[in-house]
């Protein structure tokens, strides 16, 4: 079974600093996606950011970019410029690709980092 | 575009009592998951219907069952609560069900809480 791991329940920032999340997780598979998340009091689970597990590119969103590293099976991201706008908890996500049991869009969470962001 | 509606945003319920949650995906979206968020226990994946098909489920006992209309829309049923069945149940929907590099939107939950 696959599970994720995110180490840091809590973490803070200065604004306009940079702050990176861990997250490693644990799979047989070898195609797969990975997605971060974030879920302001609102609760509203938002997607920040989204990696294919056969692109070796790391992606990119605005601020927010991702250290993927498939061997090693981590996943953390990188807030850049934090704003005040960031704080919020982040979660870490796995699903599978279509090569094992078929489609699905079955998201394995990890147990999320909260970030503060001071100002 | 609308986003994801659910419906009702709190609940109140006792134990034993059954209770019906509603989701509203984006339109033209088919495939709809629902996912329970506690404290203890974290995001779990209940289960996912794609084409009023329940695709996947998760490991939750049969007191927790759902479905899907034709137009798409979604309701999870719990029956028998119990006061661990007090959570945020989060919906979410994806536009391309046979591909699996469409994200998930997600709704902005129902808090049920089972005195």
């Known amino acids: 079974a696959q599970t994720v791991t995110q180490s840091q329940p809590e973490m803070s920032v200065q604004e306009a600093e940079t702050v990176t999340l861990s997250c490693t997780y644990d799979?047989?598979?070898?195609?797969?996606?990975l997605f971060w998340y974030k879920q302001p009091p609102s609760r509203q689970m938002i997607l920040v950011i989204r990696q294919e597990a056969y692109k070796q590119q790391n992606a990119t969103e605005n601020r927010f970019s991702v250290n993927f590293q498939k061997a090693a099976k981590s996943f953390s991201l990188k807030i850049s410029d934090s704003q005040l706008g960031d704080a919020a908890m982040y979660f870490c996500a796995y699903r599978s690709g279509g090569n094992y049991g078929g489609a699905t869009n079955k998201l394995i969470f990890g147990t999320g980092t909260l970030l503060a962001v001071q100002p | 575009k609308a986003g994801v509606t659910q419906t009702p945003r709190y609940l109140i319920k006792t134990r034993g009592q059954q209770v019906t949650l509603s989701c509203s995906p984006i339109?033209?979206?088919?495939?709809v998951s629902w996912y329970q968020q506690t404290p203890g226990q974290g995001l779990q994946f209940l289960f996912e219907y794609f084409s009023e098909t329940q695709r996947n489920k998760g490991n939750f006992p049969g007191r927790f069952s759902g479905r899907q209309f034709s137009n798409s829309r979604s309701e999870m049923n719990v029956s028998t609560l119990e006061l661990g069945d007090s959570a945020l149940y989060l919906c979410?929907?994806?536009?391309?069900?046979?591909?699996?590099?469409?994200?998930?939107?997600f709704g902005n939950g129902t808090r049920l809480t089972v005195t």
């Open positions: 799979t047989s598979e070898s195609d797969y996606y």
């Open positions: 979410a929907s994806s536009g391309q069900g046979a591909s699996y590099n469409s994200p998930l939107h």
């Open positions: 339109s033209g979206h088919r495939s």
